[in-house]
């Protein structure tokens, strides 16, 4: 079997009939799915791979939300599920926690948030998926409500106002 022989899966969930396709590649060179939509993207991709295809993927079509850096190619992957992702679909990609403060990153994880493709970031308990000590389960899906963020309140990220303000206990 080559690289890029792509390994029929079914299962039955909820007396539906599941089935999915999985392939072994380096998928941001040779695109197994190239143009094939998806409801659902699941990825744990290489960390800190430094050669990811920055020259040659340049002018790629994927970056919708830039070129992810050189230093940045956890970025790549989750533009690269994004692009294979139907309306409504969801993305689910393995990163470390670095990946949302590097400087590098800041103007693609900006316009991920702006544009409502952010869903979730969940933090894994450390030492769950060895050798990393800390990783997170980066939750993406197409933007939604006119690229407002989900649940895109104008006061999200601030403390809440009135009744819902968290008082401070008096000591006795």
């Known amino acids: 079997m080559s690289t890029t022989d792509a390994i029929p899966v079914g299962f039955v969930a909820d007396d539906r009939d599941i089935r999915a396709e999985v392939a072994t590649a380096d998928a941001l060179r040779e695109d197994c799915f190239a143009g094939t939509p998806a409801d659902m993207a699941l990825c744990n991709p290489p960390f800190n791979e430094r050669d990811w295809g920055y020259e040659e993927l340049a002018t790629d079509q994927r970056w919708t939300h830039g070129l992810p850096p050189r230093t940045e190619p956890e970025l790549a992957w989750v533009q690269?599920?994004?692009?294979?992702?139907?309306?409504?679909?969801?993305?689910?990609?393995?990163?470390?926690?670095?990946?949302?403060?590097?400087?590098?990153?800041?103007?693609?994880?900006?316009s991920l948030l702006r544009t409502g493709v952010l869903r979730a970031v969940v933090a894994l308990p450390p030492g769950s998926a060895q050798p990393h000590k800390r990783l997170a389960l980066v939750v993406v899906g197409p933007a939604r409500h006119g690229g407002r963020p989900v649940g895109g309140s104008s006061r999200a990220g601030r403390p809440p106002r009135g009744r819902h303000r968290v008082r401070q206990a008096r000591s006795a």
């Open 80 to 110: 690269h599920l994004l692009s294979h992702l139907r309306p409504g679909g969801t993305a689910v990609v393995v990163l470390p926690p670095a990946v949302a403060s590097r400087k590098a990153g800041r103007r693609i994880r900006g």
